[in-house]
C-alpha cells in the first residue's frame, strides 16, 4: 500500500510538471514608458507658410513629418518637426523666394530605453545629433531629442534679431553671438531645458 501511496504521488507530481511544461507562458508586460508614443507626437501641429520638406523630398516620407514649432531669426526659419519617433530640424532662408533651400537639415530617433542615450538636460534622455549647415556662411546647430522634449542649440550665421516663433516652442537668446536656445514640450519641460541649455 505505501508503494502503491509512493507510486501514486510520484504520478501526481511528474504530471504536474508535464503540464506545466506545456502552458504557453504569458505575454511578457511591456513598460508603458515603451508603449508610450511620448510628449511630443501629442504636441499640436503649427501650419508654415510654404512646404519647408519641399527641396528634400522626392517621394512622400513614411511616417509623415508633422511640424510642431518655427523660429524665425536674422533671415533663418528653423523648422522644429517629428517624424514617427524622431524628432528633427531643417533650416531654409525665410525669403519666400528660396523657400525650399534647405540649408541644414538634422534628424535623430528617440531614446530606445532608460540606458541608451545622454541625460545631461532634464526630461531626458536624449539622441544628440549636430552639424554645419550649408553656404558662405554656416550656421551650426544640435539637436537633442528625446520622445517628450526637443532642445536645440542653434548658432546662426549672423546676429539672431527679431526672433518669432509658433507652436509649443520656447526661445532664448544668449551670448554675444545670438546663440539661440530652442525647447519644445510642454510649458514646464521647456522651462527646465531653456535653463539647462543657456547655463
Not at 519647408?52 to 517621394?59: A, H, K, Q, Y
Not at 549647415?133 to 546676429?159: H, N, T
Request: glycine share 14%; net charge negative; hydrophobic share 40%.
Amino acid at each position: 500500500m505505501a508503494r502503491m501511496m509512493r507510486l501514486l504521488a510520484a504520478g501526481v507530481t511528474l504530471g504536474l510538471a508535464c503540464a506545466a511544461c506545456a502552458t504557453p507562458e504569458a505575454e511578457p508586460v511591456r513598460s508603458s514608458s515603451a508603449a508610450d508614443p511620448g510628449e511630443l507626437a501629442r504636441l499640436p501641429e503649427v501650419d508654415v507658410a510654404g512646404d519647408p520638406f519641399s527641396g528634400m523630398d522626392v517621394t512622400t516620407p513614411e511616417p509623415a513629418r508633422r511640424i510642431i514649432g518655427e523660429v524665425i531669426a536674422d533671415g533663418e526659419r528653423i523648422i522644429l518637426y517629428t517624424q514617427g519617433r524622431k524628432c528633427g530640424l531643417v533650416a531654409l532662408p525665410e525669403k519666400e523666394a528660396e523657400a525650399g533651400q534647405v540649408s541644414l537639415q538634422l534628424l535623430s530617433a528617440w531614446p530606445k530605453g532608460e540606458g541608451e542615450g545622454s541625460g545631461v538636460l532634464p526630461g531626458g534622455p536624449y539622441m544628440r545629433t549636430s552639424g554645419y549647415g550649408s553656404g558662405e556662411d554656416r550656421a551650426w546647430a544640435e539637436l537633442s531629442c528625446g520622445k517628450d522634449v526637443a532642445a536645440v542649440r542653434y548658432l546662426p550665421a549672423g546676429a539672431a534679431e527679431g526672433v518669432r516663433h509658433e507652436g509649443a516652442v520656447s526661445v532664448r537668446v544668449s551670448g554675444t553671438d545670438g546663440r539661440l536656445s530652442i525647447a519644445a514640450g510642454s510649458a514646464a519641460n521647456r522651462s527646465k531645458v531653456l535653463s539647462a541649455l543657456a547655463s
